[in-house]
């Protein structure tokens, strides 16, 4: 038996094999690190939401369950997987059923590249920036896929606009991004923080002032959040593409749509906030600082973001349909662009 | 202007068509004939010292037994630019009970005017969307007629049939725990 | 700084933009861009002239048209003597023309088409006249005669103008036809359709003979004669000449620009520039001199009675033609581009005049129906009759030294037939006088015959119109002055001028016999000048008891020798009654029908079996396409 | 021999891959496997050290092309589609003349030998030089003039699209 | 070409807006043909909640029909009520004392605050602002309780009562109502600044659903609708009924008549209405609350468990009902959804012959789709928000 | 190490899958998917050389090719639309206008 099995795998091939085992296993858990410890920040990003635009609206939010309504999200997400859950009859089912998962997936598959501090990343490849793009452009599937199956005209009115706002603001998002490319030289997220560190203010938001803006302008309609939040304006479309989904299948759904979030608010903090860094200046001045651990600044940044997002959901009415693809196609793509020329520009002018 | 003075001027100009005019708690009713209930609406919205340009109400009452001609449709108006009021009342005979739209004149007309034949079963010539309003399409008689049942018809809609039916299907799937 | 260049293109370059712009953009303002071009062509063309005087001449290619062997054609320019001259003549009346235009098309709703077209005309004349081989000439030939049956037929939605204008174009292919054959026979004796070595190798074929149609022809007559047959169809010559009274039915500036001063001088121009062609073949000459003779007396005659203004000056053009001709066939090629020269100012101007007239009498053409118009324009009249004076060979204006010198030279000259031509020429010359007196007397003097209303509506032209009369005024009256022969105590400058292209006749007689021979032409002029007077100032009643008395002959002329008739009867009507019985009857009906029903019955009955290939499926179609791939690799890969 | 392993798998998967996209009924599910199998595609080229182009074919492939068919497939409604063949009458045809051809086409390329010498972008130069920037400099050099035609050819084709989908506006 | 037209009507999109719809404020349904997202028709569907009313009205007594008005517009019953006696009255002959007049109309000013602020809410919400929803029902929740307070109910009050109201206010009301009317311009403030100049506000609301004042009146608009549109008329002030005549206010008129113009409109009536409410609280003058009129009004309850002639008198009164004159009225008050007139026709019996209610609401549900078609889908909500419709009103 | 004729053939494959496609669906946008499917065949054999010729052009011709994939696939998709609103159809074998 052994000799059988020793002519198919020659024994350096077996120590190969343990190699990549040993390294694959790591990859592993790492991933399960990240997704769990995600998904967790994930789940009290719906709380701390709920507590932030409670006390805006002069309400109090969760506060039944646990201190403060602080097992609220556990409580929904034992309640969302046990409730039933809801086929509509002539809903096209393996694409209703495959749906949030590519949303939820596509979401989650961001995270890999994402530096959380000094040297941890799942897959730090040199396309980090690409391949942010790649899965955030998946992510509109999900949506198409989800309102396409439901056969409901609520849902695929809804999915239908989603995606066209989702591809839309993708241009402008990426071409917001190009900006930090250049001045990084790099597509590694990683090499962009340390770029960022290296610079004079120690933020690309400032010198990128214009692309952060389309940015977060985007990042809002990327994620459907208000005022972009369209396709799921309930007054108009129900919920939008998921109005058919119930219990964990729309809780993938609304875990994939804080996910992006929470990925938004990371693109921002690594692309334009100096990622896990403080600037040089605020740390020369206060030298102690530096004994923070990194992710602390990051996940400072990261909340920061996404109490931004809360902010603006408690504060603005939504936008109009067109009115929204407008502002895209007319003001920020060309606003993109015009802050990659004048970076490019700069850049020229600088080195040159 | 005075509420009879109105009258009055409504008597001058259709002297054949006004059939009474009668006063209560300072309000002045007019009562018509309907034959031409068009053109007079136009000579009371476009007459430049009426201008009714204002058409507050238009609904049915049945007389049944107490008047000759059963139905009368009755028509509230207001002048915004001169603060004065009227009411136009158009008898409606039952084997007749057909009316001039007014909508031609009054755009606000539409609705009462599906209301009351919802209601009264009074017909309105040259309404462009004429079919019940706020009872199902496929509502048998006219409830506001006096000789209508007050506790309903003796049959049951088929709607409300169809609903009791739909229920008793959905009851297999309740969930006995 | 190839400048000569620009003369074509200009004119191209403005019917580009006229045609393409003109309709939705310039509109109004169509003749700016025409006019401009012309003008600047004219500048350049005087520039020309200027280095050409100095003795500089250009032949050279441009580039390569076609190469199909050792056949070449390629787009080149030859600039000589002969070509300056043309030069000035064409740009001179075209620019003229064009102005002219401005004020007798205005309002017409094809403004920008008609400048499109001069400009277009202008193009083909120059690249004509330009020309350094037969086949550019060739092209330049037919490019004229499009632009011709374009202007001819101008106002396309009046029949009689279209008519007229098929029939120039019909009338032209006859001529055209032998033209092209001289063309091919040039190419296969010389090998080569350049002037330079055609002209130059020409001495060494004089005594060749050909076999042609079974007769043995002296090679260069037949050559001359083929080019010769082209001419006279261009040229309005016998007996081709029908198409030119016909083409009056163009707009009048059309008239005065092609049909009087450039193209159908082309004619004449061709015979000039073949010279060393002609020359070698003493038949052909004398047909040539005859032809012109012959033609010119014909037309003059016809001119006496004619009664549509245009036509008479039409049938005065052709008879001008013929003594141009005449010129050229005694081998005074000098004297007839000298007089192609003088005449095309006059002649143009003669045109412009009638134009002007025509404007004044709301389109009426009937010299019967005019008549004291003196007063109304005197402008028009006494340019017209500067004109008159000038073509009638009166001493000092421009048509009397050309004129004077053809007859001279015919007189005198070697050719067998010199003193028959010149006597027809002086008979001619008479003539000439009479019709063109005849026409300035109807016209203007005496009392108005037209309508009242017509009368009403007179007034001379704008002044865009009669700047342009007076120019070409002074272009009739002075331009012979180059030419004052030696007699008169003139230089001859134009005879010395085209020496180096045209040679340089010598007339053989004494300077009493020219003496004698100018007066005898002056005479004839005055002569015709007064009888004119007489007939039709003084007793008015002569002309119609003399057509009463010579009812025969004054039918005849006045039914142009019934040569339109004759035509007719001869070629028109065999060839309509064989088309309709024969090609129609017979041909077309039981044999061209039968093949082409009968084929298309197998074909269509054999197509319905493979029609059925052609589905309308684009997939059966990329199917077969992939079974094709699939049997090509298969053969390359598996053989 | 791993290698080769994970060879098998991406050209098993892509050629299962291809054959359902061709063959679904439902286009939407067509455009579905047609998704996976241009990931499989581009983890085909992450082992070809293409990484650009893995990303490119991702962003570009996946997330615009595909999504454009998916918006036309809904657009179009075509749930009447299920009800129709798929093919054409003549499919046998087809398929005989694509099966010839790639049995020959394989035959051929079984002897394929490739003879020409290694070019200077090997892998260590790339990796040196990361795969983005050789490409760049390679494409904002050589091939810049393509690729600024290729960018009229893209503006041209947006620009017909929309002149080809948009709907006349109603002339009442 | 008309193939293509062809294909093009048939590829439009009809969808069903309601009855379950969260933006149709109640059992409203819009049938919408959308050509993408235009509307090119409109058609709403009402009759969801209709319960007969009217009919109803014709079997009781003219005091017994008074709590069906509380369920025309359950927003603000008290309106409804104020409307409903003010009409009866006028039938009868009859009329309030002065305390009960000014009190009347202290409670449909606060009525009227009530339904605009929940009005203000939903409509934002709608639009897609998710706090000042709250924040108006902050302060609505402050008038339902006064309304607790005054008579035990919340919603459907039935306090006034057919000659007078049903019974006194209390000195703590009055203070309490005083604090509230005295904070409530800064609550004003409040949603002003989160809504009024907000630049995606405007961009909703300015220019859609535009109706011109000609239109407007000649489709019978009434209320904030009209007003907006630019036309000076309202009940209260041009045929002023209980205290009106003595309260000094302003008629806040838009120009445009768009959604943002109705927007401003109802806005400036809450300020008017608070104004109106100070007034009220200050002028309040002393007296009985309930008409001498002992022919049409129910005696004083201890009186009837005391006295036999007065229970007798209750007895018939309720019973049989009062002797009405015979004749025919029409009363228009100014709800805060418009004008609700009420027409009665006596036969001379205890019953109306004939009860009419003229609700604002269905005049302004049956314009929606003048004000739809040819807009985007999300200005239907738009519009829906600012006509201000209440379904049980629309449909009785 | 994985011969290059093994991606050859594969690219191969994939190609003809696609010619299959298009020959024989009767739905447009499908056989439109199948072109796509040839593209891919091709980048894949395109990308294989480059990786094999240490020659970064082959990429290049990738990226170009993925260019004009995406012009035919919007000018193809338009016409899809624009056909579908004529013939209410997208199924090939009812356009044939051409049928002889």
Redesign the interface.
């Known amino acids: 038996m052994n000799e059988i099995l020793g002519t198919i795998i020659a024994p350096d091939t077996m120590d190969l094999l343990i190699k990549y085992g040993i390294n694959i296993l790591i990859i592993f858990l790492k991933i399960a690190a990240v997704i769990a410890v995600a998904l967790l920040h994930v789940a009290y990003a719906t709380y701390w939401e709920r507590k932030v635009i409670g006390h805006m609206q002069v309400r109090l939010g969760p506060i039944e369950v646990g201190p403060h309504g602080l097992l609220q999200p556990i409580a929904d997400g034992v309640k969302l997987f046990f409730k039933e859950d809801i086929i509509p009859a002539n809903a096209d089912k393996p694409l209703f059923y495959l749906a949030p998962v590519i949303f939820f997936v596509s979401a989650l598959t961001s995270l890999a590249v994402l530096p959380f501090f000094e040297g941890f990343v799942i897959a730090n490849i040199n396309i980090g920036l690409l391949f942010l793009f790649a899965m955030s452009s998946l992510g509109a599937y999900g949506i198409i896929v989800s309102g396409w199956s439901s056969n409901s005209k609520y849902a695929f009115l809804g999915g239908l606009r989603s995606a066209s706002q989702v591809i839309s603001y993708e241009i402008a998002m990426g071409l917001s991004l190009v900006g930090v490319m250049i001045m990084a030289g790099s597509l590694n997220l990683s090499d962009i923080v340390r770029a960022q560190h290296q610079y004079p203010t120690g933020m690309y938001a400032i010198p990128q002032f214009l692309g952060f803006f389309v940015f977060v302008v985007a990042a809002f309609a990327e994620t459907n959040r208000l005022p972009f939040d369209l396709p799921e304006a309930e007054s108009e479309l129900v919920a939008g593409y998921f109005t058919e989904y119930s219990s964990f299948r729309f809780a993938m759904f609304f875990l994939g749509e804080y996910t992006g979030m929470l990925i938004m608010s990371s693109i921002s903090a690594i692309c334009f906030l100096g990622g896990w860094t403080i600037p040089r200046f605020i740390t020369d001045a206060i030298p102690f600082l530096l004994n923070v651990p990194g992710i602390v600044w990051f996940l400072v940044k990261v909340y920061a973001f996404m109490f931004f997002y809360y902010w603006v959901r408690a504060t603005l009415p939504r936008y109009r349909y067109d009115q929204l693809m407008a502002i895209g196609w007319k003001i920020l793509i060309p606003l993109a662009l015009l802050n990659i020329v004048i970076t490019g520009v700069v850049k020229i002018l600088v080195k040159g | 202007m005075e509420p009879l003075a109105i009258a009055d001027k409504i008597k001058e100009k259709f002297p054949d068509e006004v059939l009474g005019i009668k006063e209560f708690r300072g309000q002045v009713a007019v009562t018509m004939k309907k034959g031409r209930m068009l053109e007079i609406a136009g000579y009371l919205h476009d007459e430049p010292e009426l201008y009714f340009d204002y058409l507050i109400d238009v609904c049915g009452v049945d007389y049944l037994g107490k008047k000759d001609s059963r139905f009368e449709v009755v028509y509230h108006l207001y002048s915004i630019k001169h603060r004065h009021a009227i009411r136009i009342k158009a008898e409606v005979p039952e084997n007749d009970s057909s009316i001039d739209s007014v909508m031609p004149v009054w755009v606000g007309a539409n609705w009462h005017e599906r209301e009351c034949y919802d209601m009264y079963g009074v017909v309105f010539k040259g309404h462009p969307d004429f079919r019940r309003i706020l009872m199902p399409e496929d509502w048998e008689g006219h409830p506001l007629r006096k000789d209508y049942p007050v506790k309903g018809p003796a049959k049951e809609w088929p709607g409300f049939l169809d609903v009791l039916d739909r229920a008793k299907r959905f009851k297999e799937f309740e969930w006995h725990g | 700084m190839n400048n000569y260049l620009l003369i074509p293109f200009l004119p191209l370059a403005a019917f580009l933009i006229n045609i393409l712009l003109g309709r939705n953009f310039l509109k109004e303002k169509a003749h700016w861009v025409s006019i401009l071009a012309v003008a600047g062509s004219w500048v350049v063309a005087v520039m020309t002239l200027v280095d050409t005087m100095a003795g500089k001449t250009i032949n050279q290619d441009l580039y390569s048209w076609i190469v199909s062997g050792n056949f070449k054609v390629s787009v080149g320019f030859l600039i000589d003597q002969l070509t300056v001259v043309m030069l000035i003549v064409v740009t001179t009346c075209s620019t003229l023309i064009h102005i002219y235009s401005v004020g007798y098309m205005h309002g017409d709703k094809g403004y920008y088409r008609f400048f499109a077209y001069l400009s277009l005309f202008t193009f083909c004349m120059l690249m004509l006249v330009m020309a350094n081989n037969f086949l550019q000439l060739y092209f330049g030939w037919e490019g004229v005669g499009l632009c011709s049956y374009f202007l001819i037929g101008y106002y396309f939605d009046k029949k009689s103008a279209s008519d007229a204008g098929k029939k120039a174009f019909i009338v032209n292919r006859f001529g055209d036809f032998g033209f092209g054959i001289g063309i091919f026979m040039i190419f296969l004796t010389f090998g080569t359709i350049y002037y330079e070595p055609v002209f130059a190798q020409a001495g060494g074929f004089a005594n060749n003979t050909v076999n042609f149609l079974g007769y043995d022809v002296h090679l260069m007559t037949l050559i001359a004669l083929l080019l010769f047959c082209g001419s006279v169809g261009k040229s309005a010559q016998m007996p081709l000449h029908v198409w030119l009274p016909d083409a009056m039915e163009g707009p009048t500036p059309v008239s005065a620009l092609i049909h009087a001063a450039t193209m159908v001088t082309a004619g004449v121009f061709l015979v000039a520039r073949c010279s060393p062609i002609f020359s070698l073949s003493e038949t052909a000459l004398m047909v040539v001199a005859l032809t012109g003779a012959i033609t010119s007396l014909f037309a003059a005659t016809i001119g006496l009675v004619q009664n549509d203004i245009k036509r008479i000056i039409a049938y005065s053009t052709i008879s001008q033609l013929g003594y141009m001709f005449l010129a050229c066939g005694v081998g005074a090629y000098s004297a007839g581009v000298f007089h192609l020269y003088t005449h095309a100012f006059f002649k143009a101007l003669l045109f412009l005049c009638a134009g002007s007239v025509m404007h004044a009498m709301a389109g009426e053409l009937n010299l019967q129906k005019m008549g004291g118009l003196k007063k109304y324009m005197p402008v028009t009249y006494l340019t017209m009759l500067l004109a008159s004076l000038s073509i009638a060979g009166v001493p000092g204006f421009a048509g009397f030294f050309s004129k004077d010198e053809i007859l001279w030279l015919a007189y005198s000259g070697p050719s067998p037939v010199g003193k028959l031509v010149w006597a027809i020429g002086t008979v001619v010359a008479f003539l000439t006088a009479f019709y063109s007196f005849r026409l300035i007397f109807l016209t203007f003097h005496g009392k108005f015959r037209g309508t009242h209303e017509q009368e009403h509506h007179l007034h001379e032209s704008p002044k865009v119109m009669t700047i342009p009369l007076i120019l070409l005024c002074v272009g009739a009256i002075a331009s012979g002055w180059v030419g004052i022969p030696h007699l008169l105590g003139g230089g001859a400058h134009f005879t010395e001028f085209m020496k180096p292209v045209l040679g340089h006749p010598e007339g053989h007689g004494t300077h009493s016999e020219e003496w004698m021979v100018m007066a005898v032409s002056v005479i004839a002029g005055f002569s015709g000048i007064g009888l004119a007077a007489l007939f039709y100032l003084v007793r008015t009643d002569i002309p119609v008891k003399l057509a009463a008395g010579l009812s025969g002959v004054h039918k005849l002329l006045f039914n142009k020798y019934y040569v339109d008739e004759f035509y007719s009867f001869l070629i028109v009507r065999p060839a309509i009654w064989t088309a309709k019985n024969i090609l129609i009857g017979i041909t077309d009906a039981k044999i061209i029908e039968a093949i082409v029903n009968g084929v298309p019955k197998a074909i269509g009955g054999f197509?319905q079996v493979i029609?059925k290939?052609?589905?309308?499926?684009?997939?059966?179609y990329?199917?077969i396409m992939?079974?094709g791939?699939?049997i090509i690799?298969?053969l390359m890969?598996?053989r | 021999m791993l290698a080769k392993l994970f060879f098998g798998y991406y050209a098993a998967v892509i050629i299962l891959l291809s054959l359902l996209v061709v063959t679904r009924k439902n286009p939407v599910r067509s455009v579905m496997w047609m998704l996976l199998l241009f990931f499989h595609i581009a983890s085909l080229y992450l082992f070809l050290n293409a990484e650009f182009i893995a990303a490119i074919q991702v962003i570009v492939y996946a997330g615009a092309i595909l999504v454009l068919f998916l918006f036309v497939v809904l657009l179009l409604n075509l749930r009447e589609e299920l009800k129709v063949k798929r093919f054409?009458g003549?499919w046998p045809?087809?398929l005989f003349?694509?099966a010839?051809?790639l049995a020959?086409?394989i035959?051929?390329i079984r002897s394929f030998v490739l003879v020409a010498p290694p070019g200077r972008y090997s892998i260590e130069y790339i990796k040196e030089a990361t795969h983005t920037k050789a490409l760049g400099t390679i494409l904002y050099t050589e091939y810049l003039f393509p690729f600024e035609i290729a960018s009229l050819v893209l503006l041209i084709a947006i620009i017909g699209a929309i002149v080809l989908a948009k709907r006349k506006t109603r002339s009442h | 070409m008309e193939d293509i037209e062809k294909t093009f009507e048939t590829r439009e999109l009809t969808i069903s807006m309601g009855p379950q719809h969260p933006a149709t404020h109640g059992v409203l349904r819009l049938v919408l043909n959308l050509d993408g997202e235009t509307v090119v028709k409109c058609t709403p569907y009402v009759g969801y909640l209709h319960r007969g009313i009217e009919k109803l009205g014709e079997n009781r007594t003219y005091f017994a029909a008074l709590p069906l008005s509380d369920r025309l517009d359950y927003i603000s019953s008290m309106n409804n009520n104020v409307g409903y006696v003010n009409a009866v009255e006028k039938l009868f002959g009859i009329e309030a004392p002065e305390r009960a007049k000014f009190i009347r109309t202290m409670v449909a000013e606060m009525g009227r605050i009530s339904s605009h602020i929940i009005w203000l809410g939903t409509h934002v919400l709608d639009i897609g602002a998710t706090t000042p929803f709250l924040y108006a029902f902050r302060e609505r929740e402050v008038i339902m309780d006064l309304f607790e307070m005054l008579c035990g109910a919340r919603l459907t009050v039935s306090y006034p009562r057919v000659g007078g109201v049903r019974n006194d206010i209390s000195q703590e009301f009055l203070d309490r109502l005083y604090e509230f009317v005295l904070d409530f311009p800064s609550k004003m403030d409040d949603y002003e600044t989160l809504v009024t100049e907000n630049r995606i506000w405007k961009s909703r609301t300015v220019g859609i659903g535009v109706i011109s004042a000609e239109e407007a009146v000649n489709w019978g608009l009434t209320g904030a609708v009209l007003r907006g549109s630019g036309v000076d008329y309202d009940v209260r002030k041009y045929a002023p009924y209980d205290a009106y005549d003595k309260m000094e206010f302003d008629i806040p008129i838009g120009r445009k008549g768009d959604c943002y113009d109705r927007y401003l409109v109802k806005m400036g009536e809450m300020r008017q209405a608070n104004r109106i409410l100070k007034q009220c609280i200050e002028k309040l003058p002393a007296g009985p609350v309930m008409a001498d009129a002992p022919k049409f009004t129910l005696p004083p309850k201890d009186m009837v468990l005391k006295d036999m002639e007065h229970l007798i008198h209750q007895f018939i009164l309720i019973t049989k009902g009062p002797t009405v004159p015979e004749g025919e009225l029409y009363m228009g008050t100014e709800v805060p959804k418009g004008e609700l007139g009420f027409y009665f026709v006596s036969d001379g019996t205890g019953k109306p012959y004939r009860m009419r209610v003229r609700a604002p609401s269905f005049i302004h549900a049956s314009v929606l789709p003048r004000l739809c078609e040819g807009g985007l889908i999300a200005d239907v909500i738009a519009n829906i928000g600012t006509i201000d419709i209440v379904l049980g009103e629309c449909d009785r | 190490m994985v011969p290059l004729n093994w991606y050859l053939m594969l690219s191969a494959t994939v190609f003809m899958i696609g010619?299959f496609g298009?020959?024989?669906r009767k739905n447009i946008i499908i056989?439109f998917m199948s072109v796509e499917l040839m593209l891919n065949g091709v980048n894949i054999s395109l990308v294989a050389f480059s990786h094999y010729l240490q020659d970064l052009r082959g990429q290049i011709l990738v990226f170009f090719i993925i260019t004009v994939a995406a012009a035919e696939a919007a000018i193809g998709l338009a016409i899809i639309i624009a056909l579908f609103r004529n013939k209410s159809t997208a199924h090939?074998?009812e356009?044939?206008?051409?049928?002889?």
């Open positions: 197509s029609r290939v052609q589905t309308g499926f684009l997939q059966h990329a199917t992939a079974t791939i699939l690799i298969a890969l598996l | 054409i003549s045809a087809g003349v694509s010839a051809i020959i086409v035959n051929v | 010619v298009f020959l024989t056989m090939v074998d356009m044939n206008e051409m049928k002889g």
